[in-house]
Protein backbone atom coordinates (compact mmCIF):
# COMPACT_ATOMS: atom_id res chain seq x y z
CA UNK A 1 0.00 0.00 0.00
CA UNK A 2 1.61 3.45 -0.86
CA UNK A 3 1.95 6.04 1.77
CA UNK A 4 -0.62 8.54 0.20
CA UNK A 5 -3.12 5.53 0.29
CA UNK A 6 -2.32 5.05 3.86
CA UNK A 7 -2.73 8.49 4.78
CA UNK A 8 -6.20 8.83 2.85
CA UNK A 9 -7.69 5.59 4.57
CA UNK A 10 -5.94 7.02 8.30
CA UNK A 11 -7.89 10.50 7.38
CA UNK A 12 -11.07 8.60 6.53
CA UNK A 13 -11.11 6.86 9.84
CA UNK A 14 -10.76 10.00 11.41
CA UNK A 15 -13.32 11.38 9.88
CA UNK A 16 -15.67 8.35 10.31
CA UNK A 17 -15.50 8.99 14.23
CA UNK A 18 -15.92 12.91 14.03
CA UNK A 19 -17.15 13.14 17.74
CA UNK A 20 -14.95 10.82 19.13
CA UNK A 21 -12.03 12.01 17.49
CA UNK A 22 -12.60 15.69 18.49
CA UNK A 23 -12.82 14.61 22.19
CA UNK A 24 -9.91 12.95 22.04
CA UNK A 25 -7.75 15.78 20.74
CA UNK A 26 -9.41 18.22 23.77
CA UNK A 27 -6.80 17.01 26.06
CA UNK A 28 -3.92 18.12 23.79
CA UNK A 29 -5.67 20.84 23.17
CA UNK A 30 -6.07 22.11 26.49
CA UNK A 31 -2.51 20.95 27.44
CA UNK A 32 -0.57 22.94 24.82
CA UNK A 33 -2.57 25.86 25.32
CA UNK A 34 -1.68 26.06 29.12
CA UNK A 35 1.70 25.53 27.55
CA UNK A 36 1.91 28.16 25.47
CA UNK A 37 0.29 30.44 27.85
CA UNK A 38 2.45 29.82 30.60
CA UNK A 39 5.19 30.44 28.80
CA UNK A 40 4.25 33.70 26.98
CA UNK A 41 3.17 34.85 30.78
CA UNK A 42 6.90 34.35 31.97
CA UNK A 43 7.97 36.06 28.88
CA UNK A 44 6.26 38.87 28.66
CA UNK A 45 6.91 39.52 32.48
CA UNK A 46 10.74 39.29 31.73
CA UNK A 47 10.50 41.40 28.87
CA UNK A 48 8.71 43.78 30.84
CA UNK A 49 11.72 43.56 33.80
CA UNK A 50 14.13 43.49 31.43
CA UNK A 51 13.17 46.69 29.81
CA UNK A 52 12.49 48.65 33.51
CA UNK A 53 15.86 47.74 34.74
CA UNK A 54 17.15 49.12 31.65
CA UNK A 55 15.91 52.10 32.04
CA UNK A 56 17.40 51.64 35.26
CA UNK A 57 20.62 51.68 33.42
CA UNK A 58 22.88 48.71 33.31
CA UNK A 59 26.50 50.29 34.18
CA UNK A 60 24.82 51.43 37.56
CA UNK A 61 25.97 50.24 41.10
CA UNK A 62 23.95 50.84 44.11
CA UNK A 63 25.30 51.14 47.78
CA UNK A 64 22.94 50.74 50.46
CA UNK A 65 23.66 50.25 54.09
CA UNK A 66 23.73 47.22 55.70
CA UNK A 67 23.55 45.46 59.34
CA UNK A 68 26.59 45.82 61.74
CA UNK A 69 27.35 43.06 63.50
CA UNK A 70 29.40 42.35 66.60
CA UNK A 71 30.44 38.59 67.61
CA UNK A 72 27.61 36.83 64.54
CA UNK A 73 25.13 39.35 66.19
CA UNK A 74 22.92 42.18 64.71
CA UNK A 75 23.53 45.47 66.16
CA UNK A 76 21.25 47.05 63.91
CA UNK A 77 21.48 48.67 60.74
CA UNK A 78 24.57 51.16 59.32
CA UNK A 79 24.13 54.57 58.08
CA UNK A 80 25.58 55.96 55.23
CA UNK A 81 26.21 59.53 55.17
CA UNK A 82 27.26 62.36 52.27
CA UNK A 83 30.77 61.96 53.58
CA UNK A 84 31.03 58.59 52.25
CA UNK A 85 29.48 60.09 48.82
CA UNK A 86 32.25 62.87 48.59
CA UNK A 87 34.88 60.28 49.35
CA UNK A 88 33.41 57.92 46.09
CA UNK A 89 33.53 60.88 43.63
CA UNK A 90 36.49 61.99 45.04
CA UNK A 91 38.70 59.08 44.95
CA UNK A 92 37.57 57.10 41.83
CA UNK A 93 39.94 58.64 40.11
CA UNK A 94 37.27 59.68 38.08
CA UNK A 95 35.93 56.02 37.26
CA UNK A 96 32.41 56.74 38.79
CA UNK A 97 29.83 59.28 38.47
CA UNK A 98 28.26 59.44 42.03
CA UNK A 99 25.04 60.87 43.30
CA UNK A 100 23.49 60.49 47.29
CA UNK A 101 19.90 59.78 47.44
CA UNK A 102 17.99 60.91 50.51
CA UNK A 103 14.22 60.62 50.16
CA UNK A 104 11.02 60.73 52.18
CA UNK A 105 7.51 60.92 51.73
CA UNK A 106 6.28 64.37 51.96
CA UNK A 107 2.86 66.33 51.68
CA UNK A 108 3.23 68.69 48.18
CA UNK A 109 0.93 71.48 47.83
CA UNK A 110 0.05 73.72 44.95
CA UNK A 111 -2.47 76.16 44.93
CA UNK A 112 -5.57 74.13 46.31
CA UNK A 113 -3.86 70.98 45.47
CA UNK A 114 -2.29 68.81 47.19
CA UNK A 115 -0.15 64.82 46.93
CA UNK A 116 1.44 62.83 49.68
CA UNK A 117 4.65 61.58 46.99
CA UNK A 118 8.60 61.07 47.55
CA UNK A 119 10.83 63.86 47.56
CA UNK A 120 14.01 62.34 46.12
CA UNK A 121 17.21 65.09 48.03
CA UNK A 122 19.96 64.26 44.85
CA UNK A 123 23.11 65.63 43.44
CA UNK A 124 23.08 66.99 39.55
CA UNK A 125 24.50 63.82 38.50
CA UNK A 126 21.64 61.83 39.23
CA UNK A 127 19.72 63.23 35.96
CA UNK A 128 23.03 62.06 34.08
CA UNK A 129 23.45 58.53 35.90
CA UNK A 130 19.63 57.31 34.71
CA UNK A 131 19.66 59.21 31.46
CA UNK A 132 16.52 61.75 32.70
CA UNK A 133 15.45 64.02 30.44
CA UNK A 134 13.29 67.66 30.63
CA UNK A 135 10.88 68.72 29.25
CA UNK A 136 10.65 72.04 30.00
CA UNK A 137 13.06 74.21 31.94
CA UNK A 138 16.11 72.97 33.17
CA UNK A 139 17.74 70.57 36.22
CA UNK A 140 19.85 71.93 39.28
CA UNK A 141 23.14 72.00 39.31
CA UNK A 142 26.09 71.76 41.45
CA UNK A 143 25.86 75.55 42.86
CA UNK A 144 22.48 75.47 44.21
CA UNK A 145 23.27 72.17 46.16
CA UNK A 146 26.12 73.72 47.83
CA UNK A 147 24.09 77.36 48.49
CA UNK A 148 20.81 74.79 49.68
CA UNK A 149 18.37 76.60 47.42
CA UNK A 150 15.09 75.96 47.78
CA UNK A 151 14.32 74.60 43.83
CA UNK A 152 12.46 71.48 42.88
CA UNK A 153 12.47 69.27 39.61
CA UNK A 154 9.28 67.85 38.93
CA UNK A 155 8.54 64.15 37.23
CA UNK A 156 6.22 64.08 34.21
CA UNK A 157 3.38 62.97 35.93
CA UNK A 158 3.51 65.61 38.81
CA UNK A 159 1.98 68.39 36.63
CA UNK A 160 -1.47 66.49 36.56
CA UNK A 161 -1.50 65.33 40.24
CA UNK A 162 -1.22 68.93 40.86
CA UNK A 163 -4.49 70.23 39.18
CA UNK A 164 -3.82 68.92 35.59
CA UNK A 165 -1.47 72.11 35.41
CA UNK A 166 -0.35 71.97 32.05
CA UNK A 167 3.60 71.52 32.67
CA UNK A 168 5.04 74.58 30.91
CA UNK A 169 3.12 76.90 33.23
CA UNK A 170 4.96 74.90 36.22
CA UNK A 171 8.03 76.56 35.54
CA UNK A 172 8.77 79.22 37.74
CA UNK A 173 5.57 78.71 40.16
CA UNK A 174 5.60 77.94 43.92
CA UNK A 175 4.93 74.88 45.57
CA UNK A 176 5.31 73.81 48.93
CA UNK A 177 6.58 70.76 50.36
CA UNK A 178 6.25 70.11 53.63
CA UNK A 179 4.47 73.77 54.12
CA UNK A 180 8.44 74.81 52.93
CA UNK A 181 8.12 77.09 49.37
CA UNK A 182 9.92 75.67 46.41
CA UNK A 183 10.46 77.04 43.28
CA UNK A 184 9.60 74.98 40.27
CA UNK A 185 13.04 75.03 37.76
CA UNK A 186 12.15 72.09 35.46
CA UNK A 187 9.70 69.46 34.14
CA UNK A 188 11.31 65.92 33.37
CA UNK A 189 10.27 63.97 30.15
CA UNK A 190 8.29 60.77 30.91
CA UNK A 191 10.43 58.35 32.00
CA UNK A 192 8.00 55.09 32.75
CA UNK A 193 8.31 52.39 35.68
CA UNK A 194 11.85 51.48 36.44
CA UNK A 195 11.82 48.23 38.51
CA UNK A 196 10.52 49.35 41.74
CA UNK A 197 11.25 52.86 40.85
CA UNK A 198 8.60 55.79 39.53
CA UNK A 199 10.46 58.89 38.67
CA UNK A 200 7.70 60.20 36.90
CA UNK A 201 5.57 60.52 40.21
CA UNK A 202 8.74 61.82 42.11
CA UNK A 203 9.57 65.20 42.85
CA UNK A 204 13.87 65.79 42.86
CA UNK A 205 15.48 68.24 45.17
CA UNK A 206 19.45 69.63 46.05
CA UNK A 207 20.28 66.97 48.66
CA UNK A 208 21.65 69.51 51.08
CA UNK A 209 18.23 71.02 50.85
CA UNK A 210 16.79 68.31 51.50
CA UNK A 211 18.76 67.22 54.55
CA UNK A 212 18.96 70.50 56.24
CA UNK A 213 15.66 72.03 55.17
CA UNK A 214 13.15 69.40 54.70
CA UNK A 215 14.12 66.38 56.59
CA UNK A 216 15.48 67.75 59.91
CA UNK A 217 19.38 67.90 59.22
CA UNK A 218 20.34 64.06 59.77
CA UNK A 219 23.32 62.87 57.88
CA UNK A 220 21.66 59.43 57.03
CA UNK A 221 21.63 58.67 53.15
CA UNK A 222 18.96 55.95 51.44
CA UNK A 223 21.26 54.91 48.79
CA UNK A 224 24.77 56.11 47.00
CA UNK A 225 24.63 55.65 43.20
CA UNK A 226 27.80 55.09 41.00
CA UNK A 227 27.68 54.88 37.39
CA UNK A 228 30.11 53.67 35.06
CA UNK A 229 30.62 55.01 31.61
CA UNK A 230 30.62 51.19 30.48
CA UNK A 231 29.09 47.99 31.70
CA UNK A 232 32.93 46.31 31.07
CA UNK A 233 33.95 48.59 33.93
CA UNK A 234 31.37 47.52 36.18
CA UNK A 235 33.79 44.82 38.38
CA UNK A 236 36.74 47.69 38.56
CA UNK A 237 34.42 50.27 40.04
CA UNK A 238 32.54 47.20 42.76
CA UNK A 239 36.57 46.73 43.93
CA UNK A 240 36.81 50.74 44.17
CA UNK A 241 33.60 51.38 45.91
CA UNK A 242 34.30 48.36 48.22
CA UNK A 243 37.98 50.00 49.47
CA UNK A 244 36.82 53.26 49.44
CA UNK A 245 33.66 52.66 51.98
CA UNK A 246 35.70 50.28 53.79
CA UNK A 247 38.35 52.92 54.62
CA UNK A 248 35.70 55.44 55.62
CA UNK A 249 33.63 53.25 57.90
CA UNK A 250 37.23 51.54 59.37
CA UNK A 251 36.65 48.23 58.02
CA UNK A 252 39.81 46.08 57.55
CA UNK A 253 40.72 43.75 55.11
CA UNK A 254 38.77 40.21 56.05
CA UNK A 255 36.06 41.91 58.31
CA UNK A 256 32.63 41.99 57.62
CA UNK A 257 30.94 44.51 55.77
CA UNK A 258 28.21 46.93 57.07
CA UNK A 259 27.45 47.86 53.56
CA UNK A 260 25.71 46.27 50.40
CA UNK A 261 26.63 46.43 46.70
CA UNK A 262 24.20 45.84 44.05
CA UNK A 263 23.89 46.35 40.20
CA UNK A 264 21.31 46.26 37.38
CA UNK A 265 22.61 43.27 35.94
CA UNK A 266 22.87 41.10 38.99
CA UNK A 267 19.25 42.17 39.51
CA UNK A 268 18.25 41.11 36.32
CA UNK A 269 19.89 37.91 36.28
CA UNK A 270 18.56 36.82 39.70
CA UNK A 271 15.11 38.41 38.21
CA UNK A 272 15.53 36.25 35.17
CA UNK A 273 16.37 32.88 37.09
CA UNK A 274 13.20 33.13 39.29
CA UNK A 275 11.08 33.91 36.35
CA UNK A 276 12.45 30.79 34.36
CA UNK A 277 12.18 28.37 37.44
CA UNK A 278 7.97 29.65 37.91
CA UNK A 279 7.67 29.26 33.98
CA UNK A 280 9.12 25.56 33.88
CA UNK A 281 6.96 25.06 37.32
CA UNK A 282 3.92 26.44 35.00
CA UNK A 283 4.68 24.43 31.96
CA UNK A 284 5.67 21.35 33.72
CA UNK A 285 1.83 21.48 35.67
CA UNK A 286 0.41 21.93 32.08
CA UNK A 287 2.39 19.39 30.64
CA UNK A 288 0.69 16.85 32.66
CA UNK A 289 -2.74 17.57 30.52
CA UNK A 290 -0.70 16.48 27.85
CA UNK A 291 0.46 13.19 29.40
CA UNK A 292 -3.40 12.99 30.16
CA UNK A 293 -3.91 13.73 26.41
CA UNK A 294 -1.41 10.94 25.48
CA UNK A 295 -3.37 8.41 27.61
CA UNK A 296 -6.36 9.57 25.69
CA UNK A 297 -5.34 8.96 22.45
CA UNK A 298 -3.73 5.78 23.02
CA UNK A 299 -6.96 4.76 24.89
CA UNK A 300 -9.18 5.28 22.16
CA UNK A 301 -6.74 3.78 19.19
CA UNK A 302 -7.14 1.02 21.09
CA UNK A 303 -10.36 0.68 21.14
CA UNK A 304 -10.33 2.02 17.45
CA UNK A 305 -8.17 -1.66 16.49
CA UNK A 306 -10.91 -3.48 18.58
CA UNK A 307 -13.87 -2.09 16.76
CA UNK A 308 -11.96 -2.30 13.18
CA UNK A 309 -10.26 -6.11 14.19
CA UNK A 310 -12.42 -7.04 10.72
CA UNK A 311 -11.29 -4.27 8.14
CA UNK A 312 -7.60 -4.96 9.31
CA UNK A 313 -8.52 -9.29 8.65
CA UNK A 314 -9.36 -8.21 5.26
CA UNK A 315 -6.71 -5.75 4.11
CA UNK A 316 -4.38 -8.29 5.49
CA UNK A 317 -5.81 -11.04 3.17
CA UNK A 318 -5.96 -8.71 0.28
CA UNK A 319 -2.03 -7.82 1.11
CA UNK A 320 -1.55 -5.25 3.36
CA UNK A 321 1.82 -5.78 5.41
CA UNK A 322 2.62 -5.51 9.21
CA UNK A 323 4.21 -1.99 8.51
CA UNK A 324 1.55 -0.89 6.34
CA UNK A 325 -1.07 -1.59 9.47
CA UNK A 326 1.43 -0.26 11.63
CA UNK A 327 1.63 3.04 9.59
CA UNK A 328 -2.06 3.35 9.15
CA UNK A 329 -2.94 3.40 12.88
CA UNK A 330 0.05 5.60 13.43
CA UNK A 331 -0.55 8.30 10.94
CA UNK A 332 -4.30 8.63 12.44
CA UNK A 333 -2.59 8.85 16.09
CA UNK A 334 -0.19 11.76 15.11
CA UNK A 335 -2.81 13.54 13.08
CA UNK A 336 -5.32 13.77 16.00
CA UNK A 337 -2.09 15.15 18.61
CA UNK A 338 -0.25 17.25 15.59
CA UNK A 339 -4.24 18.92 14.46
CA UNK A 340 -4.95 19.64 18.82
CA UNK A 341 -1.74 20.69 18.77
CA UNK A 342 -1.92 23.13 16.18
CA UNK A 343 -5.69 24.42 17.54
CA UNK A 344 -3.69 24.56 21.48
CA UNK A 345 -1.04 27.08 20.15
CA UNK A 346 -4.27 29.05 18.34
CA UNK A 347 -5.75 28.34 21.63
CA UNK A 348 -3.25 29.97 23.83
CA UNK A 349 -1.85 32.78 21.46
CA UNK A 350 -6.02 33.62 21.89
CA UNK A 351 -5.70 33.72 25.37
CA UNK A 352 -2.45 35.65 25.21
CA UNK A 353 -3.69 38.45 23.50
CA UNK A 354 -7.13 39.02 25.87
CA UNK A 355 -4.64 38.78 29.38
CA UNK A 356 -3.11 41.52 27.63
CA UNK A 357 -5.91 43.45 26.28
CA UNK A 358 -8.07 42.66 29.33
CA UNK A 359 -5.80 42.85 32.00
CA UNK A 360 -3.15 45.02 30.86
CA UNK A 361 -0.56 41.69 31.48
CA UNK A 362 2.28 41.42 28.84
CA UNK A 363 2.78 38.68 27.28
CA UNK A 364 4.86 37.23 24.35
CA UNK A 365 4.42 34.35 22.43
CA UNK A 366 7.77 33.30 21.50
CA UNK A 367 8.39 31.38 17.87
CA UNK A 368 11.15 28.85 19.38
CA UNK A 369 7.45 27.62 21.84
CA UNK A 370 4.85 27.35 19.48
CA UNK A 371 7.87 25.20 16.92
CA UNK A 372 8.15 23.24 20.59
CA UNK A 373 4.48 23.05 21.64
CA UNK A 374 3.86 21.08 17.93
CA UNK A 375 6.91 18.76 17.94
CA UNK A 376 6.17 17.80 21.20
CA UNK A 377 2.29 17.03 20.51
CA UNK A 378 3.56 15.14 17.44
CA UNK A 379 5.63 12.95 19.70
CA UNK A 380 3.33 12.56 22.21
CA UNK A 381 0.93 11.00 18.66
CA UNK A 382 3.98 8.42 17.86
CA UNK A 383 4.83 7.65 21.27
CA UNK A 384 1.12 6.89 22.56
CA UNK A 385 0.23 5.29 19.07
CA UNK A 386 2.72 3.16 18.95
CA UNK A 387 0.94 0.30 20.70
CA UNK A 388 -2.07 0.39 19.65
CA UNK A 389 -0.22 0.38 16.15
CA UNK A 390 1.72 -2.57 16.61
CA UNK A 391 -1.08 -4.88 18.51
CA UNK A 392 -2.87 -3.99 15.25
CA UNK A 393 0.29 -4.73 13.13
CA UNK A 394 0.43 -8.48 15.06
CA UNK A 395 -3.35 -9.54 14.70
CA UNK A 396 -3.63 -12.66 12.73
CA UNK A 397 -5.74 -12.08 9.65
CA UNK A 398 -7.77 -15.46 10.25
CA UNK A 399 -8.64 -14.77 14.05
CA UNK A 400 -9.28 -11.01 12.87
CA UNK A 401 -11.47 -12.32 10.01
CA UNK A 402 -13.71 -14.60 12.61
CA UNK A 403 -13.84 -11.75 15.11
CA UNK A 404 -17.45 -10.75 15.66
Not at 190 to 212: L, N
Amino acid sequence: MLLFEIVMVAMAAVRANMLRSVLTTLGIVIGIAAVITMVALGEGAQQRVEEQINRMGTSVLTVRPGQQMWGGVSRGDTELSVDDAIALRDQSNGLLQVSPEQQSRLQVAYKRWNSNTQIMGVWPEYFEIYDHGLQYGRFFDQGEVQGRRRVAVLGFNMAETLGETPPELLVGETIQIRGIMFEVIGIMEEKGDAAWVRPDDQVFIPQSTAQYRVMGGRDRLNSIYAATETPEQLDAAFAEIDRIVRREHRIKAGEEVDFNIRNSADLLETFNETTQTFAFLLAGIAAISLLVGGIGIMNIMLVSVTERTREIGVRKALGATRRAIMTQFLVEALFLCVLGGMIGVAAGYGASEMMTRVASWETRVAPEAVAAAIGFSAAVGLFFGLWPARRAALLDPIDALRYE
